[in-house]
Each structure stands twice: as structure tokens, then as C-alpha cells.
Antibody, heavy 124, light 108 residues
Framework: QVQLQQWGAGLLKPSETLSLTCAVYGGSFSGYYWSWIRQPPGKGLEWIGE???????NYNPSLKSRVTISVDTSKNQFSLKLSSVTAADTAVYYCARALPAAEADYYYYYMDVWGKGTTVTVSS | SSELTQDPAVSVALGQTVRITCQGD??????ASWYQQKPGQAPVVVIYGKNNRPSGIPDRFSGSSSGNTASLTITGAQAEDEADYYC???????????FGGGTKLTVL
């Protein structure tokens, strides 16, 4: 049973850099996309970005200038850095495993394993 | 703004059938995946692909797709199905991931 354990600082001041790490236990690191998603209080899910085991990344265009996602395959970990945070970055941040696949001429993509979430608050 | 559009709220009487929809151009190439999120918990995938349920998801949950619209149907809704539901796919370029804005399901 694959599990994701995430950790990082929960309280930041404006302009600081958010840093979170997610460790993968009990499963292979290759063949998946490893994603970060956030959810501001009372709002919906927002995809931040993803990385595969080879280090190839995709980022949400609205956050791309501030986001870096990296992977350490030797530790089965991947990390998120979000620079120059403001109050608008206050959210629960989730890591997740995502699997791309195809079926009957369609593609699909789903996140089958999620971390428990880390609450990050940005406040002066 | 999200590239996948969902109704903000839907209600259903206990034991009845409810359909939650998700619209977007990317759904002409991608099946949507559907997630259930209860307060204070991480989302859980309930439907992926054409109509696949992960182990442990009741068979009252089903998915379908037509054109640019994906649907999640709950047949015989239970009180425990009251939650927020999100659809998700890659975007039309295939390079990014998008979520719908979410639908709050109330079971009356």
C-alpha cells in the first residue's frame, strides 16, 4: 500500500519561500507523475505542478514564475518550493501520485494516492 | 478561472439518483476523473477512466462521458455521500492539469 508522507513549515511571513517535501513509501517511484495541489480555505482544488521520476516538470502557468518542483529518487522524495509568498498562498497543500493512461481512444489522468495535507499560513 | 466547469451545488433526496456534471474542451480527448472530498480530509478518487472504480468505492458511483461533458452518477445516494466532488483531467494541450471548481452535494 503506497503512502505519501508530507512535511514542511506551516507558518510563513510574506516574501518568504514555502518549502514542502513528500516522501513515497511502499511503491515504485517510476511511471508516475508526482504532483502538488493546494486548496485555499473554503475554496476548490488548484493544481500547482508535477514532476516525473526523470525530473521532467510541468507547472500551473499562473504560478510558474514562483514554483520549483524537484525530485530525489535516491530517497523517494519530491519537493515543492514556492517563492515570494503572500497571504493569497495560504492554503492546505497536498502531494499526490498521478497516473496517466489511455482507454478506448481517450486518455485519462488521475491522482490515486494523496498525502494528508499540510496547512500553510502566510501572515506578518 | 477553471477550464472545467461544474455546478457549485446539487442536492438529492436520500436513496435517489443524482448526476454531477463537468464541462470542458479537454474532455473531448480525456476522460474526467472524479474525487470526493469530505471536510478536513484529502480528496479520494471515486471514478477514473471510462468508468473505473478504485477498490473500496461502492458500485453506486459511476461515470460517463459525451462530447465535452463528463458525468458522475450516484445511484441511490446515501447520507455518507454528502461531500464536495471535483472533476479533473489534463488540459487541452496535455501539458497541464485542471480541476473543476467543485460541486457541493447535499443529501436531504
Amino acid at each position: 500500500q503506497v503512502q505519501l508522507q508530507q512535511w514542511g513549515a506551516g507558518l510563513l511571513k510574506p516574501s518568504e519561500t514555502l518549502s514542502l517535501t513528500c516522501a513515497v513509501y511502499g511503491g515504485s517511484f517510476s511511471g508516475y507523475y508526482w504532483s502538488w495541489i493546494r486548496q485555499p480555505p473554503g475554496k476548490g482544488l488548484e493544481w500547482i505542478g508535477e514532476i516525473n521520476h526523470g525530473g521532467s516538470t510541468n507547472y500551473n502557468p499562473s504560478l510558474k514564475s514562483r514554483v520549483t518542483i524537484s525530485v530525489d529518487t535516491s530517497k523517494n522524495q519530491f519537493s515543492l518550493k514556492l517563492s515570494s509568498v503572500t497571504a493569497a498562498d495560504t492554503a492546505v497543500y497536498y502531494c499526490a501520485r498521478a497516473l496517466p493512461a489511455a482507454e478506448a481512444d481517450y486518455y485519462y489522468y488521475y491522482m490515486d494516492v494523496w498525502g494528508k495535507g499540510t496547512t500553510v499560513t502566510v501572515s506578518s | 478561472s477553471s477550464e472545467l466547469t461544474q455546478d457549485p451545488a446539487v442536492s438529492v433526496a436520500l436513496g435517489q439518483t443524482v448526476r454531477i456534471t463537468c464541462q470542458g474542451d479537454s474532455l473531448r480527448s480525456y476522460y474526467a476523473s472524479w474525487y470526493q472530498q469530505k471536510p478536513g480530509q484529502a480528496p479520494v478518487v471515486v471514478i477514473y477512466g471510462k468508468n473505473n472504480r478504485p477498490s473500496g468505492i461502492p458500485d453506486r458511483f459511476s461515470g460517463s462521458s459525451s462530447g465535452n461533458t463528463a458525468s458522475l452518477t450516484i445511484t441511490g445516494a446515501q447520507a455518507e455521500d454528502e461531500a464536495d466532488y471535483y472533476c479533473n483531467s489534463r488540459d487541452s494541450s496535455g501539458n497541464h492539469v485542471v480541476f473543476g471548481g467543485g460541486t457541493k452535494l447535499t443529501v436531504l
